[in-house]
């Protein structure tokens, strides 16, 4: 007799390809083989290297490797500049050619460089990893005892997670974007709310957004706590892709099954969704931007892999254009990749940021994950287009940080306090 079809989930499919199995099932644990590994300056080579110079390997295949710099850049101080050097002697020692020095944010440049396809089990090490699964990969996080293991075997164990499965459907108002998405399900789910299971985003909402705001939603399934997020491949992935390494990839097989198991299906309608902030010193603090009306700011703050794409650049102009930031505000604008600010730049969307009063810093995490320049002092507060706002992540743990998306984050600018982006919208309209 036949084997029986067992329907499963996006995330179960992928799972049981890496596992060299037909199907898998939730609670399983299974070896996999890895399909790319991804690592930053910060808890890359600097962390994995001592492991495997007692192992006495090299990394396993090293056209399966990523590296990228974006934690250091540019460096500020000796510290950063020996971390910096040993990451490229590292690089060149492993023969590792896909390596982004200073070229931007790892999350941005991993697929901006062609190396995400539906269907791929991917290794970051980082907790922002996630973000890969805008593209129908699973991707996820692993800490630097882990990325070890796996870059001298090129294989991982994982046990299979369950899937949350959420539906946005309805129509974006304007002056929202998937931050303010992400904002919502912080505060209506908790920062538990994902319980280290797959988030999987459908609905015509997800289908209707570009691959950078897909980004956003899955980058940010971290913050409900969740192993990881996807968005299965459409159209809209593979153009993207295809634009990018010239090559279509058949995606037919990397959806979810009709029937498949979720542990819960969650509905949302995206037609009330209102402009989101989150008060320190949590995500979930979220609540409509009104009710935080009038809260004086002495920085804003776009940046990150969440909030600094060319997409988001574009939201803040779209506010900024004709106006300029307030007087005692500060507006640092931290472009997620160098390709994204050369593209700014020539599409003119800089110059309207520039001609508003914004401060432009190198591509890189800095102030976000609290390196670099424009991080916070005593006292200060920020109002910021990054994923988190844990006391202390962007500097001195008196200040503080809320959170908002790009359009939040330049209407403030221009205010120097808490302002909805509506108000400027539209104006403009």
Not at 369 to 382: F, I, K, M, R, T
């Amino acid at each position: 007799m036949g084997q029986t079809h067992v329907a499963q989930t996006l995330a179960e499919k992928i799972i049981a390809a890496a596992a060299g199995r037909k199907s898998v099932r939730a609670g399983e644990i299974v070896t996999c083989k890895v399909d790319l590994a991804m690592m930053h300056d910060s808890g890359g080579p600097r962390r994995v290297k001592p492991l495997l110079d007692k192992l006495g390997v090299k990394v396993w295949d090293a056209d399966k490797i990523v590296v990228v710099s974006d934690h250091f850049v540019p460096a500020v101080d000796l510290q950063s500049a020996e971390i910096l050097n040993l990451t490229r002697a590292w690089v060149a020692e492993q023969g590792i050619t896909n390596f982004y020095d200073m070229q931007g944010i790892c999350h941005v440049v991993l697929p901006e460089r062609g190396h995400l396809k539906p269907g791929m089990f991917v290794v970051g090490g980082d907790s922002h990893s996630p973000t890969g699964g805008a593209f129908g990969c699973f991707m996820f996080g692993v800490g630097a005892t882990d990325m070890g293991g796996i870059l001298a075997t090129g294989e991982t164990w994982i046990r299979v997670p369950e899937t949350i499965q959420i539906n946005w459907s309805g129509q974006m108002p304007h002056g929202t974007c998937a931050k303010d998405i992400m904002l919502k399900l912080c505060a209506s789910l908790g920062l538990g709310g994902g319980d280290y299971q797959v988030i999987h985003y459908t609905g015509d909402v997800i289908s209707s957004f570009d691959m950078p705001e897909r980004m956003t939603l899955c980058n940010m399934a971290a913050e409900l706590g969740a192993q990881t997020g996807i968005i299965a491949a459409d159209e809209t992935t593979l153009d993207f892709i295809e634009n990018i390494t010239g090559t279509r990839p058949d995606a037919d097989q990397w959806q979810a099954d009709e029937g498949a198991n979720y542990r819960e299906v969650l509905s949302f309608d995206a037609t009330e969704l209102t402009p989101q902030v989150a008060a320190p010193h949590s995500p979930a603090n979220a609540t409509d931007v009104d009710e935080h009306t009038g809260i004086a700011i002495s920085q804003a703050y776009i940046g990150a892999c969440t909030g600094a794409k060319l997409n988001d650049l574009k939201m803040a102009a779209e506010v900024l254009k004709g106006r300029c930031v307030a007087a005692n505000t500060r507006l640092l604008v931290a472009p997620a990749s160098v390709r994204e600010m050369t593209q700014a730049t020539h599409d003119g969307t800089l110059g309207i940021l520039l001609e508003a009063g914004a401060i432009l810093m190198p591509s890189g995490c800095g102030a976000c994950a609290g390196y670099g320049a424009g991080v916070l002092s005593d006292g200060d507060v920020c109002i910021a287009s990054t994923s988190r706002n844990f006391k202390g992540r962007m500097g001195s743990t008196s200040s503080r940080v809320y959170l908002g998306s790009p359009y939040t984050v330049a209407a403030s600018a221009i205010a120097g306090e808490i302002r909805n982006p509506l108000e400027f919208l539209e104006v403009a309209e």
